[in-house]
């Protein structure tokens, strides 16, 4: 009679201790106390073969720097690239990440009055710092330099995006904009400005002035970095 001698075979999570499943462990202590692996296990459910949800997410993370912000850079395609890993975990660990981005984005709306670039940098961080292509974004103040909303303006590819001046006008004209804030972002992490980007801004601030509506500044969003128009005196 042939016997199983493997002995590092994996155990599933279902015969862990029950305080060590992740999502009795989140109901009975909490979800501060749960790792980042166990957080993103809730998310999958199940591991592979050889590996429980936890170790696979552990495997993933560690692919990532174990930094949630690089691996909210990999898309549905680079997660299925995980031995376990099929289009609907993928798609279940990818649309998480996203809310939590839109979340730290979001939570500051008409909270905030910004009075610095940092202030702006650190709003607009969650929304252009991940992203893979250029995009333009505005936001919009009123006359106390509080945020009454942003908008996307234009997406591009990996090296230049473009936005349409006239679009710039009519969105600030439509939210009663006293001020606005250009951003956009340089997927190289490579903040300085282009010619392009100063020729825009040159552009936007001369017409701006006509709408008796102030461009505060226009930010370059790289890697953990930005490029303020305003602090370098080019506004």
């Known amino acids: 009679m042939k016997h199983n001698t493997n002995f590092t075979e994996k155990l599933s999570i279902k015969n862990w201790s029950e305080k060590d499943q992740p999502r009795e ?3 009975t202590q909490g979800r501060q106390v749960l790792s980042d692996a166990e957080l993103i296990a809730i998310l999958i459910g199940s591991g592979n073969r050889e590996e429980s949800a936890i170790e696979l997410c552990k495997k993933i993370l560690n692919n990532s720097s174990n930094n949630l912000n690089e691996l909210a850079k990999l898309s549905v395609i680079d997660l299925m690239k995980f031995k376990g890993i099929g289009e609907a975990k993928a798609i279940s660990i990818v649309a998480a990440l996203e809310l939590g981005r839109r979340r730290k984005s979001e939570a500051v709306i008409d909270k905030v009055k910004l009075t610095s670039s940092k202030e702006a940098y650190e709003y607009l961080r969650p929304v252009l710092e991940d992203l893979p292509h250029e995009e333009f974004w505005i936001l919009f103040l009123n006359r106390a330099n509080k945020i009454i909303g942003k908008q996307l303006i234009g997406r591009g590819g990996i090296s230049q995006t473009t936005a349409d001046v006239k679009i710039v006008f009519k969105k600030s004209i439509d939210k009663q904009a006293s001020a606005i804030i250009l951003a956009h972002n340089h997927p190289s992490g490579n903040i300085k400005p282009s010619e392009s980007d100063i020729q ?15 461009v505060l500044d226009h930010l370059i969003v790289g890697d953990g970095n930005y490029f303020s128009f305003n602090d370098s005196g080019m506004m």
């Open 25 to 27: 462990k989140l109901m």
């Open 200 to 214: 825009l801004t040159r552009k936007i601030k001369n017409g701006s002035e006509l709408l008796d509506i102030q």
